[in-house]
C-alpha cells in the first residue's frame, strides 16, 4: 500500500490524501455524488476506502443529473444526516452550486472561477487545504 500511495503522491495526489484523513479525523463522513459511475476510478486512485459512501446519478434510486437535487437527497439519506449538517463540496458552480442549493445545503466550490453567474450562494476556495482550513474545529 506504500509504494500505491508514493506513486499516487508523485501524481499531486498526497494533498488529497492528507485532506482526506484530516477530515475523516474529525469525525466527518464523506460521501461522493458523481453523474457517472465513480467507484472505480476512486479505487484505482486508492481513495476509495476513504468515503463512506459513493453514489451515482445513474444509481437507481438517483436517476437524475446534476444540477437536480435528487443525488444529494439520497446522500443525506444514506449519510442519516440533515441538510444543515452537511457542507457539499464541488469544481462547477454551475452545476454543484445550483445542486446543492436546490438542497439547501451549504456548498464550497474548489478551484473554480470566483466571478458568480448563476445567482446561487457559495464559498469560494483556490485549494482543498483552504478548505479544510475553513472547516477546521476551534
Known amino acids: 500500500e506504500d509504494g500505491i500511495r508514493d506513486a499516487q503522491e508523485s501524481r499531486g495526489l498526497g494533498d488529497v490524501y492528507k485532506r482526506q484523513d484530516l477530515l475523516r ?13 465513480a467507484h472505480a476510478k476512486l479505487a484505482a486512485l486508492g481513495i476509495a476506502d476513504h468515503f463512506d459512501h459513493v ?14 437535487p435528487r443525488g ?15 457542507l457539499y463540496v464541488g469544481d462547477r458552480s454551475e452545476v454543484d452550486a445550483v445542486s446543492a442549493a436546490a438542497a439547501n445545503i451549504r456548498c464550497v466550490i474548489v478551484g473554480g472561477p470566483r466571478v458568480r ?17 475553513m472547516l477546521e474545529p476551534t
Open 25 to 37: 479525523s474529525w469525525g466527518l463522513r464523506l460521501a461522493v455524488l458523481s453523474d457517472y459511475p
Open 55 to 68: 453514489l451515482c446519478a445513474q444509481d437507481a434510486d438517483i436517476g437524475r443529473f446534476k444540477p437536480h
Open 72 to 86: 444529494l437527497e439520497v446522500a443525506l439519506q444514506r449519510l442519516e444526516l440533515d441538510a444543515a449538517e452537511v
Open 117 to 133: 453567474t448563476d445567482g446561487t450562494d457559495y464559498h469560494t476556495t483556490r485549494t482543498l487545504r483552504e478548505m479544510t482550513m
